[in-house]
């Protein structure tokens, strides 16, 4: 417990900084809000609402892919940074989140929305935090969600491409909104490399 309460300290304190740092950029979305590290090629928290309402339409997902975010300088993450790494592409704002529009659902398939995941991570330990956040909105009609892929050990893994960091793990949390009360906080951790014999990134 002790030295679970140290890493979560250091990786908060490491936040702190990241997002005071030069090369992080806030980027506004319509349905969400980036901070992106150029340097570690990923999103270092992601924030938006979740309402009741945004779950009972869903645009299809056919037609959207990757795409890198213009928005970034270069050199700029492109789709094929992790093509045959093991990793998947993993969302910090879920596409379903925001499936009611297609504006907002394009916008999560932007990179600066993306980091590693490993398929077993992402497929599932990732996707059911991700169902049991929908759950919440509906139980409370809205609720705002907070995204930080954390990094706590000293040798970060990274991918070959445009050296995109590789997190050791997410903490999630979830507030009513617009109280702001603290619904959920929970930290995941992922395998910091893909099992051998893991499918290549395809979501």
């Known amino acids: 417990m002790v030295r679970y309460a140290k890493i979560l300290l250091t990786s908060l304190l490491a936040l702190n900084s990241v997002l005071l740092s030069a090369d992080t950029?806030?980027?506004?979305?319509?349905?969400?809000?980036?901070?992106?590290?150029?340097?570690?090629?990923?999103?270092?928290?992601?924030?938006?609402?979740?309402?009741?309402?945004?779950?009972?339409?869903?645009?299809?997902?056919?037609?959207?892919?990757?795409?890198?975010?213009?928005?970034?300088?270069?050199?700029?993450v492109r789709p094929s940074c992790y093509s045959h790494t093991g990793y998947d592409r993993g969302h910090n704002v879920p596409a379903a989140d925001k499936a009611d529009n297609a504006m907002c659902l394009g916008e999560t398939f932007a990179m600066s929305n993306i980091s590693p995941q490993t398929p077993e991570f992402n497929r599932h330990?990732?996707?059911?935090?991700?169902?049991?956040?929908?759950?919440?909105?509906?139980?409370?009609?809205?609720?705002?969600?907070?995204?930080?892929?954390?990094?706590?050990?000293?040798d970060t893994l990274w991918l070959p491409c445009h050296h995109v960091a590789v997190p050791d793990g997410y903490r999630k949390q979830v507030f009513s909104w617009p109280t702001n009360n603290l619904i959920l906080d929970t930290i995941l951790w992922q395998r910091r490399k893909p099992q051998e014999g893991s499918a290549t990134t395809t979501h």
């Open 125 to 154: 330990r990732w996707k059911s935090v991700e169902v049991l956040v929908r759950s919440l909105a509906r139980r409370f009609g809205s609720v705002r969600v907070v995204t930080i892929p954390m990094f706590v050990y000293p």
């Open 25 to 76: 950029l806030m980027i506004p979305k319509v349905g969400y809000q980036v901070w992106y590290d150029t340097k570690l090629g990923v999103p270092v928290m992601t924030d938006y609402v979740l309402a009741r309402a945004n779950l009972r339409r869903q645009v299809s997902r056919k037609g959207f892919d990757f795409y890198p975010d213009r928005v970034l300088p270069a050199p700029q």
